[in-house]
């Protein structure tokens, strides 16, 4: 048991920064941590020992984490901070040189956070606990709790595309995932936790298997029936990996939900390609179409790129182009930034940072103009909604089967519930449908 003077108290504050993948991974932490007699509190109050999980897709984020860290080393200077995640695991000695860290956690090391903490006492300097993730097979499992509404699922781990602008492969290790029947029991656990909903997450989850001889379609099939969950989400899943026999399992199914988050990155075949990816635009739009085709109503979240080393404004042309004639329901427009270690850096030409800004408004707008167009499409007509669990300022949300956003008068009654609903209109804002609940 822990016997280090600077763990008396033992309460415990989490941080989590980047992606569901974060998410799930620091309720698992969290509940082993709890499960050996930490009492954990909110991040916001004084603790004995913060957790900070990272994320380091852009420079931003990196430099997100640092203020996170540095807060709540000012809230109390004799803390025992760790940070884990992404950003701990590139750059371990950046990290532990921040005054006030006291533990570096690699990502393959996230489930030792007990005994890693036990074994560590306060010294001058960070104590680093970070593989070679590369080398390391190991996959742990996970899934967050704490939202009854939903859980975050991981079902894979690490990527093997070694795409030019990013540093997953090295922050995650190489893809790997568990057994269909482990991936199952993970499952049930989450269902025994009280979700009704569950997101399949990872780095890239339409690899599940592929180290054990078994599929992601697998998956989706015996997930079916586990008792308790109500709803599955696919989240984001490579277009060459997302298969006509899952989109027609989907469009079948009365547990996965017509809702896809499929990545596209570039429209650009001579950037796709500078960007190492593993289709052309062509394929892209043909995919997108097979969905509509299939499942019209889906919602389509499509993540794109701009600004690359490599991107010309003829190229950045093509993308917006393909995006315009594709029915999309919303972009994720990221702006590109450096990566340390990576090939794109050897890319010509340099996009400056305005121009990158310029073309990040540019989707956004269109994304924005696809998504009203796509909301009013349902207007009038009936859908089920899984109603969140919390109020904010007398209003309660939730989101139908196909992803809509609903708003409504907060009703204690219908929290972590399923109902079917009448969308009646737009918000003002249009961030959300207004809803008649109909049973």
Same mark, same amino acid.
């Given at each position: 048991?822990?016997?280090?003077?600077?763990?008396?108290?033992?309460?415990?504050?989490?941080?989590?920064?980047?992606?569901?993948?974060?998410?799930?991974?620091?309720?698992?932490?969290?509940?082993?941590?709890?499960?050996?007699?930490?009492?954990?509190?909110?991040? $916001?109050?004084?603790? $004995?020992?913060?957790? !900070?999980?990272?994320?380091?897709?852009?420079?931003?984020?990196?430099?997100?984490?640092?203020?996170? !860290?540095?807060?709540?080393?000012?809230? *109390?200077?004799?803390?025992?901070?760790?940070?884990?995640?992404?950003?701990?695991?590139?750059?371990?000695?950046?990290?532990?040189?921040?005054?006030?860290? /006291?533990?570096?956690?690699?990502?393959?090391?996230?489930?030792?956070?007990?005994?890693?903490?036990?074994?560590?006492?306060?010294?001058?300097?960070?104590?680093?606990?970070?593989?070679?993730?590369?080398?390391?097979?190991?996959?742990?499992?996970?899934?967050?709790?704490?939202?009854?509404?939903?859980?975050?699922?991981?079902?894979? #781990?690490?990527?093997?595309?070694?795409?030019?602008?990013?540093?997953?492969?090295?922050?995650?290790?190489?893809?790997?995932?568990?057994?269909?029947?482990?991936? !199952?029991?993970?499952?049930?656990?989450?269902?025994?936790?009280?979700?009704?909903?569950?997101?399949?997450?990872?780095?890239?989850?339409? #690899?599940?298997?592929?180290?054990?001889?078994?599929?992601?379609?697998?998956?989706?099939?015996?997930?079916?029936?586990?008792?308790?969950?109500?709803?599955?989400?696919? /989240?984001?899943?490579?277009? *060459?990996?997302?298969?006509?026999?899952?989109?027609?399992?989907?469009?079948?199914?009365?547990?996965?939900?017509?809702?896809? =988050?499929?990545?596209?990155?570039?429209?650009?075949?001579?950037?796709?390609?500078?960007?190492?990816?593993?289709?052309?635009?062509?394929?892209?739009?043909?995919?997108?179409?097979?969905?509509?085709?299939?499942? =019209?109503?889906?919602?389509?979240?499509?993540?794109?790129?701009?600004?690359?080393?490599?991107?010309?404004?003829?190229?950045?042309?093509?993308?917006?182009?393909?995006?315009?004639?594709?029915?999309?329901?919303?972009?994720?427009?990221?702006?590109? /930034?450096?990566?340390?270690?990576?090939?794109?850096?050897?890319?010509?030409?340099?996009?400056?940072?305005?121009?990158?800004?310029?073309?990040?408004?540019?989707?956004?707008?269109?994304?924005?103009?696809?998504? !009203?167009?796509?909301?009013?499409?349902?207007?009038?007509?009936?859908?089920?909604?899984?109603?969140?669990?919390?109020?904010?300022?007398?209003?309660?949300?939730?989101?139908?089967?196909?992803? %809509?956003?609903?708003?409504?008068?907060?009703?204690?009654?219908?929290?972590?519930?399923?109902?079917?609903?009448?969308?009646?209109?737009?918000?003002? #804002?249009?961030?959300?449908?207004?809803?008649?609940? %109909?049973?």
């Amino acid at each position: 048991m822990i016997d280090n003077e600077v763990f008396t108290r033992k309460t415990v504050a989490f941080h989590t920064l980047g992606c569901k993948l974060n998410f799930s991974e620091t309720s698992e932490m969290a509940r082993r941590m709890q499960e050996s007699g930490f009492d954990r509190v909110d991040f $916001d109050d004084v603790a $004995d020992i913060y957790v !900070i999980n990272t994320c380091s897709v852009t420079e931003e984020a990196n430099k997100k984490c640092r203020q996170v !860290i540095k807060r709540c080393i000012r809230r *109390n200077n004799n803390a025992f901070v760790v940070v884990t995640g992404c950003y701990a695991q590139l750059e371990a000695k950046q990290v532990a040189d921040i005054d006030g860290v /006291s533990l570096v956690i690699g990502n393959n090391e996230k489930n030792d956070i007990v005994d890693l903490i036990g074994n560590a006492c306060r010294t001058d300097s960070a104590r680093i606990e970070a593989g070679n993730i590369l080398k390391d097979k190991r996959f742990q499992p996970s899934f967050s709790s704490g939202d009854r509404t939903r859980s975050f699922l991981k079902i894979q #781990d690490g990527c093997d595309y070694f795409c030019t602008y990013c540093t997953i492969p090295f922050a995650r290790g190489t893809s790997r995932s568990d057994t269909v029947e482990n991936t !199952i029991a993970e499952a049930r656990r989450a269902a025994h936790a009280g979700a009704k909903e569950v997101i399949l997450t990872g780095v890239n989850i339409g #690899d599940f298997g592929r180290n054990n001889g078994e599929t992601f379609e697998q998956l989706v099939e015996a997930l079916e029936d586990v008792e308790g969950i109500e709803r599955y989400r696919i /989240s984001s899943i490579e277009p *060459n990996l997302l298969t006509d026999s899952i989109l027609k399992h989907v469009a079948q199914s009365q547990k996965f939900m017509p809702h896809f =988050h499929v990545p596209l990155q570039s429209g650009s075949n001579a950037v796709l390609q500078m960007m190492h990816r593993r289709y052309s635009a062509e394929f892209f739009a043909d995919k997108i179409a097979s969905i509509r085709s299939l499942i =019209h109503r889906a919602f389509v979240g499509i993540d794109v790129i701009v600004g690359v080393n490599g991107e010309t404004p003829e190229y950045f042309e093509e993308t917006r182009q393909l995006l315009e004639g594709i029915d999309f329901s919303q972009l994720h427009v990221f702006t590109y /930034s450096e990566r340390p270690g990576t090939l794109a850096l050897r890319l010509k030409p340099i996009v400056d940072i305005p121009e990158r800004h310029r073309r990040n408004a540019v989707l956004h707008e269109l994304s924005e103009q696809k998504r !009203i167009a796509f909301y009013k499409r349902f207007i009038g007509t009936e859908a089920t909604v899984l109603f969140e669990s919390s109020e904010h300022e007398g209003r309660m949300s939730g989101f139908t089967d196909n992803y %809509l956003k609903v708003d409504l008068p907060y009703d204690a009654s219908l929290s972590n519930t399923i109902h079917r609903v009448r969308i009646d209109s737009l918000t003002i #804002d249009k961030s959300a449908v207004c809803v008649s609940v %109909l049973d």
